[in-house]
């Protein structure tokens, strides 16, 4: 199906876009959420749906960038009552077959290759560390990687005072 018409916040990367694909462009109302009702849902069960993972993990609001994307695919691989779910849409009828692990559920998991040559010889591979997504490829397709951070970045985390997503380092 072919757009025949869209509806933006005057954005100039969208207009330029829009201008570029031969596609009509309309200006959203600024300040009136009637005209952009679909999207101002949308946002809103992602939100609510970042904010209760965030809840349920105890951790901070810097985090949600990645609570934000976990929330997403979790919600996109969730199969509906009439059997399908956008992931089984996207890859032709297959449902998500993999884990699905909390946000920031406590696991062990082996580091990086160059990592682990570091270790001293009789050091234990594995690792301790919260799951904070899961490591999409391109198109989508996920190959079994999840994005964790190490517990040992927390060493000297400081819960009282607020921090930015950028504060942390995946």
Not at 13 to 40: F, S, V, Y
Not at 52 to 59: P, Q, Y
Not at 151 to 159: S, T
């Amino acid at each position: 199906r072919r757009v025949e018409y869209a509806w933006t916040d005057s954005a100039t990367e969208l207009i330029k876009a829009l201008k570029d694909l031969g596609i009509p462009h309309g200006k959203a109302t600024p300040g009136r959420h009637t005209a952009n009702a679909i999207c101002e849902r949308t946002v809103r069960k992602v939100v609510e749906g970042a904010r209760t993972s965030l809840e349920h993990a105890g951790l901070a609001a810097c985090f949600w960038p990645w609570a934000v994307r976990y929330w997403c695919f979790m919600d996109n691989t969730e199969v509906r009552t009439d059997g399908h779910s956008a992931w089984s849409k996207r890859f032709a009828g297959k449902h998500f077959e993999g884990p699905r692990l909390p946000f920031g559920c406590r696991v062990e998991y082996l580091p990086r290759p160059e990592e682990v040559k570091a270790l001293p010889k009789f050091e234990p591979r594995a690792q301790v560390g919260i799951v904070v997504g899961y490591y999409l490829q391109p198109g989508g397709l996920w190959k079994g990687e999840f994005m964790v951070i190490p517990l040992e970045w927390f060493r000297d985390y400081d819960f009282s005072r607020p921090y930015s997503s950028r504060d942390i380092r995946v």
